[in-house]
């Protein structure tokens, strides 16, 4: 992935994947209707604290909360930084 940031502590970079553009059924959703999915890739891992060893690696697909994150971007890409406890789960 080689994002060009390294997260301290137990923070984690995320890139989030595309929101749907299509239902199970084939049916395309408009734009307008289009929902940010909450699964991403995680793109970089923070070494963790000393009593908290990171779960997560870089290349695992992640399920996070809705609002969970700081959203910023680099090199033109979105990404989302947040604590590994706002990750919940690995797909």
Do not use: C
């Amino acid at each position: 992935m080689g994002v060009n940031i390294k997260p301290l502590s137990d923070r984690v970079v995320v890139e989030p994947l595309p929101a749907e553009t299509q239902t199970a059924s084939g049916l395309f959703i408009p734009d307008s209707a289009q929902e940010k999915q909450q699964k991403g890739k995680v793109a970089a891992v923070g070494a963790g604290k000393k009593d908290h060893e990171m779960t997560v690696q870089v290349g695992d697909t992640v399920l996070y909360g809705k609002y969970s994150g700081t959203e910023l971007k680099l090199d033109g890409k979105d990404y989302l930084i947040m604590r590994e406890d706002d990750i919940l789960a690995i797909v």
